[in-house]
Each structure stands twice: as structure tokens, then as C-alpha cells.
């Protein structure tokens, strides 16, 4: 009988994976930023350029209270794109409120659109993809947030520091095979019952989580690694439930599989990256 020898390994939180520290050009009132990501290394080749992120900053006059009411930050939701020069950029004019102002900043990532919509800041909608079998679909299922405090024009380029909310789960796979027919190069995973949508407190980057619904998650697999990566929402995943990964190896016509079930509860926290060592002979 074939059996799965498991084991958990917490890697924790990372120094920084990736900066941007290129001094701002003399650009007038006009804010750009610069920065880095902290914690984890869940995005191994940091930010790349074309990736968006989104920004609020507070209107003067409402600083002291926070991030509570999108009317009343200065900046609402503005979109803010990397460029070559390692700045991000507003694609339209976004500048501060004024040329002495003191303001805090929070940035987000990936920037959503939807969010210009959302009036309660202490609870912005974040989610993952239920398909994350692309690359893209694994970064942008990586929910990043950094804030600033006491940020002026005089500072130069506004820099924020981003840290992961999300969980990563890694699988790494040992499987073994007598079958010659079988594409051991080809791997499917999927983690059923699973939550994916949480909300976000923009003042302090904690993330709630939304039990309304479970889904199923397809994972990104690379062959060259034998790896399968999966991000999600901080969660307790319970020994017991309906939640179990499957792995099926080989193609359409010529395929087998094989399901993990959680002997015990998994904690899944924010910004922390977890190893799971599964070898299994097919």
C-alpha cells in the first residue's frame, strides 16, 4: 500500500525580497513612489514593472482619525503603475495636497478598481483566485500592504515598505512510479473547501476572514521544482473537514491520483509560508 509520508515545515517570516530606492526626479507637486517588500519571500522576483498598486492618503484635515471613510482621504483608490525606473507612477496627475502638508499613506497590491466603490476603509474587500495555475494568477492572489506615516512633499519620492497578508502553502513532491506510460512532468493540485475571500483594515493591513463560502483552489505547479504553491487567507484548516488536496499525475488519457487529508488542525497565519513535504509512489 502506498502511503504519504508528510511533513509541515514553517519557514516563517524573510527579510526583504525586493527594493526600489531610485531617487525621484524633481517632478514638481507630483507623488511618486518608491519601494520594497518585506516578510516572506512569496513574490521571489518582487514587483515587476507594469504591476499596479493602489494608494490612499489622508486629507490633511482628517488625519488625526485614520483610514475610516474613503471621502475623506485626499487620494482614494489612486492607481499607481511601476515603470523601468523602478518609480511608480500615476497613469493620471495625482499630487499632494498641498506643498507643506503632512499626510500618512497606505499602498496596496494588486491594485482593484472595484475598490473605488468601497467606502469603509477598515474593511476592504481582498481576496485570492480560485485558479492561481499561472504564474500571474499566483502573484496576484498575493495580497501586499505597506503604510507610511507623517510622509511630506519635501521627502522626496514617498517609500513604502510592503509586507504579505496572505498565507503561501508550498507542496513539494517526491512521487515515484513503475508505470512507463506515466507524464510525471504533468501535475494537477487542487485544496478543496477552502476560504478565499477575507477583508482588509487599511490602517493596520489585518485581514478578516469571510466564512460565508468555501471553494476549491487549483494550485500553480512548476516541474522544474516539483513544486505546488498555493496562497490563501489566514485560516485554520481543520483535521476531519471535507478539506483535502488531490495531486493526479500524467495527461488526459493517461492518468493517476492519489488525496491528502489533514490528520491535523493547520494554521495557516498572515505573512508566514509553510513547506509540505509529500512522497508518495503512484
Known amino acids: 500500500m502506498s502511503k504519504i509520508r508528510l511533513g509541515i515545515l514553517l519557514l516563517g517570516l524573510l527579510g526583504g525580497c525586493s527594493r526600489s530606492e531610485t ?13 520594497r517588500v518585506l516578510t516572506r519571500a512569496g513574490m521571489e522576483q518582487g514587483f515587476h514593472a507594469g504591476d499596479r498598486i493602489g494608494l490612499y492618503m489622508t486629507a490633511e484635515a482628517f488625519r488625526s482619525s485614520g483610514f475610516d471613510r474613503s471621502e475623506d482621504s485626499w ?4 492607481p499607481f503603475m511601476l515603470h523601468a525606473d523602478d518609480l511608480w507612477k500615476a497613469p493620471y496627475v495625482a499630487q499632494w495636497e498641498k506643498s507643506d502638508v503632512v499626510a500618512d499613506a497606505v499602498g496596496y497590491f494588486p491594485y482593484d478598481a472595484e475598490n473605488d466603490q468601497e467606502t469603509d476603509l477598515k474593511a476592504l474587500p481582498c481576496r485570492v483566485s480560485t485558479d492561481q495555475r499561472s504564474l500571474d494568477s499566483l502573484r496576484f492572489s498575493d495580497f501586499l500592504w505597506a503604510r507610511a ?46 476560504y478565499t475571500d477575507a477583508t482588509v483594515d487599511v490602517n493596520t493591513g489585518a485581514l478578516t476572514l469571510n466564512t460565508g ?3 476549491e483552489v487549483n494550485a500553480y505547479y512548476d ?9 490563501l487567507p489566514p485560516q485554520v484548516i481543520r483535521a476531519g ?42
Open 213 to 215: 463560502n468555501l471553494y
Open 241 to 282: 473537514t471535507d478539506s483535502q488536496v488531490r495531486f493526479f499525475v500524467g495527461d488526459n488519457q493517461h492518468y493517476r491520483g492519489f488525496t491528502y487529508e489533514f490528520g491535523e488542525n493547520l494554521t495557516l497565519s498572515s505573512g508566514k509560508e509553510y513547506l509540505i513535504d509529500i512522497v508518495y509512489h503512484l
Open 223 to 231: 516541474p522544474s521544482t516539483r513544486q505546488a504553491e498555493c496562497m
Open 75 to 78: 487620494l482614494n483608490n489612486h
Open 23 to 35: 531617487p525621484a526626479p524633481d517632478s514638481g507637486n507630483e507623488i511618486q513612489i518608491t519601494s
Open 149 to 194: 506615516e507623517e510622509v511630506t512633499p519635501q521627502d522626496g519620492a514617498l517609500s513604502l515598505a510592503f509586507r504579505h497578508c496572505m498565507s503561501k502553502v508550498i507542496f513539494r513532491l517526491q512521487l515515484t512510479s513503475d508505470d512507463p506510460l506515466l507524464d510525471m512532468s504533468q501535475v494537477k493540485v487542487t485544496w478543496s473547501d477552502v
